[in-house]
């Protein structure tokens, strides 16, 4: 079954990796992409190698979309040799990824490891994401490490970004650490609200003082 979202929290012992875009068996993204090595053939086995280096057995492996062009038979051979326990998130060359025996397919996914924000998965870049104003990372693939970044709570995660390894946590809380939250939807007025005008008590509830004629609206 293909769900349109899955969320999971992880309260767990185990390592989560995340990557994105191998295109195991696509001949043509060596040349596309400019990917270092002689022919797709070497492209797989050292995916396959990077992957299973770092990844164990017993880990959990988010994927975000574009596995494998080709057979479906030789996809599911590389998937078979795959260490780790993958949840998959449909990308544009998912053919035979649909057909693949991962722990669930969806089209986007939330997770919370513990120590860690939610973190908002899917195939394609986005502007804004649920819960972007309270902290939420966003991760994604598909633009294969070319899409400008904006200083967002969010990055590429495909392999091309990360010499063609998985990504762990560790890995991915360093890079987030690198940048600084940015609100772009109507969120961020209440967000700047608060912060510039604090709250103060009324009766046993809370409330945002009023904005208006300060920042040209009202603190929701």
Not at 56 to 84: C, H, M
Not at 164 to 192: L, N, R
Request: charged content about 25%; aromatic content about 10%; hydrophobic content about 30%.
């Amino acid at each position: 079954m293909i769900y349109d979202s899955k969320k999971y929290r992880w309260k767990t012992n185990k390592r989560v990796f995340l990557a994105s875009d191998h295109h195991f068996g696509h001949k043509n993204i060596v040349t596309y992409d400019s990917r270092p090595f002689k022919n797709v053939q070497e492209m797989d086995e050292t995916l396959i190698l990077n992957h299973n280096f770092v990844v164990g057995e017993n880990d959990i492996v988010i994927f975000a979309g574009d596995f494998a062009l080709g057979s479906l038979e030789n996809a599911s051979k590389i998937r078979d040799r795959l260490n780790g326990d993958i949840y998959y998130v449909l990308g544009n060359h998912d053919k035979h990824a649909r057909n693949l025996p991962w722990k669930s397919i969806s089209e986007r996914m939330e997770i919370k490891v513990t120590g860690y924000p939610t973190m908002v998965i899917s195939h394609y870049a986005q502007r804004t994401w649920h819960k972007q104003h309270k902290g939420y990372w966003h991760l994604y693939g598909h633009s294969h490490g070319n899409l400008p970044e904006d200083g967002s709570l969010s990055f590429d995660i495909g392999v091309n970004s990360h010499n063609y390894f998985p990504w762990s946590m560790q890995e991915i809380a360093k890079k987030m650490g690198t940048k600084k939250f940015k609100q772009v939807d109507h969120h961020a007025e209440s967000t700047e609200c608060s912060q510039l005008l604090g709250r103060r008590k009324h009766g046993r509830g809370e409330t945002l003082r009023t904005c208006t004629g300060l920042l040209g609206t009202h603190c929701r």
